[in-house]
């Protein structure tokens, strides 16, 4: 069983950086694409970022590309969300999600929540001044 714990969220203002961190247990690193998804009140959610581990793939959707970097540590089963130059509108509840099949033939589905079964409890990002 796939277990997944969320930390770093907080508040921040305009313009600073925050690093969140996906602890996986259950599974190795190397087995798993980690996404990183967030909702805002109101909002579906979405796909912020993810990374096939196996190789190292990234993946980002076009509003924080440049901004946000996903990188994963094997050696400590963790994967991470660098998050720079944040905006008002990255504020939501974060959460990271493990997809355990097969490597998905079109890169952007790794970015659908759908293809996901594992999932944390999610974490509190709020960007304003």
């Known amino acids: 069983q796939v277990q997944l714990v969320e930390s770093g969220g907080g508040l921040v203002q305009p313009g600073d950086s925050l690093r969140l961190s996906c602890t996986v247990s259950?599974?190795?690193?190397?087995?798993?694409?980690i996404g990183w998804f967030r909702q805002a009140p109101g909002k579906q959610r979405e796909g912020v970022s993810a990374i096939r581990n196996s190789d190292a793939s990234t993946y980002y959707t076009d509003s924080v590309k440049g901004r946000f970097t996903i990188s994963g540590d094997k050696d400590k089963n963790i994967v991470y969300l660098q998050m720079n130059s944040l905006k008002s509108e990255d504020t939501a509840n974060y959460y990271c999600?493990?997809?355990?099949?097969?490597?998905?033939?079109?890169?952007?589905?790794?970015?659908?929540?759908?293809?996901?079964?594992?999932w944390g409890q999610g974490i509190q990002v709020t960007v304003s001044s």
């Open positions: 259950g599974f190795r690193l190397d087995d798993l694409a």
């Open positions: 999600a493990a997809y355990s099949g097969g490597p998905l033939s079109i890169g952007v589905r790794y970015l659908n929540p759908l293809w996901y079964r594992h």
